[in-house]
């Protein structure tokens, strides 16, 4: 993203009140600390103020640029390696040495990418703009302690794909055509456990097409963990059909 081009003309309140101006609709948290002012397919672009403190915990998000435009902030951050476990057939997130901490001012910018930790702190009187790329190669949220750097929890970036997963339940339960293509498109997923309850959903309504899958997916399969997964089941399925 050039942050450069992006935050041209909103560079200032006013900047950022005028185009409010011209927006017919706004999404305001409970909070009133957040203010959606533009979102897309591809993009949002978000007007944060303070108050706000470092917490307990660092995450990720989608990779944006943020502009600073009144008062000050300080950002922490950490770096984030993947890193696959359990010979492949799973992965975890951890922190890459130690945090750092930037102070920012009216005018400064800086890229924050997703395999980066980051909180906030910020003064009473600031004002910040993020630019959010909404990627969908972008899919994991990674939380970890602010002062160990280990991880709590990683779980689904988006609401949406956490959706899924209740959705793939109810696929595999149903008994309808329709709803086993879905459950085969859902198993080329690129996100990995996504793809793999899909597999488990289509084991529950066809075991001859999941030991298919799984022989096709330990080599074509786009996620790692999934061709992992499928060569280390297909001994077991193979026992199962000898």
Request: charged share 20%; aromatic share 8%; hydrophobic share 40%.
């Amino acid at each position: 993203m050039n942050n450069e081009n992006t935050f041209e003309n909103l560079n200032s309140i006013q900047a950022v009140l005028d185009m409010l101006a011209l927006q017919s609709e706004h999404t305001f948290t409970t909070d009133k600390s957040r203010l959606v002012l533009k979102d897309s397919p591809s993009h949002r672009l978000v007007l944060y103020k303070g108050p706000s403190c470092f917490g307990a915990t660092l995450c990720n998000s989608a990779p944006h640029s943020l502009c600073v435009l009144q008062g000050a902030l300080r950002i922490k951050q950490v770096t984030l390696e993947e890193k696959l476990i359990n010979n492949g057939t799973a992965s975890i997130f951890r922190a890459c040495g130690s945090a750092t901490v930037s102070d920012l001012n009216p005018g400064d910018s800086i890229q924050v990418d997703y395999l980066q930790a980051f909180d906030y702190q910020a003064s009473k009187d600031a004002y910040w703009l993020a630019l959010y790329d909404k990627d969908v190669i972008h899919t994991k949220s990674v939380k970890l302690c602010a002062v160990t750097l280990e991880p709590i929890i990683t779980s689904l970036l988006y609401q949406n794909h956490a959706r899924l997963f209740n959705f793939i339940e109810v696929l595999a339960r149903s008994t309808c055509e329709k709803s086993f293509q879905a459950l085969l498109m859902l198993s080329a997923s690129h996100i990995d456990e996504l793809a793999w309850r899909a597999i488990e959903g289509i084991y529950l309504r066809d075991r001859y097409k999941a030991s298919q899958l799984v022989r096709e997916y330990q080599i074509s399969h786009c996620s790692e963990v999934v061709r992992n997964r499928a060569s280390a089941m297909l001994p077991s399925l193979e026992l199962m059909e000898a």
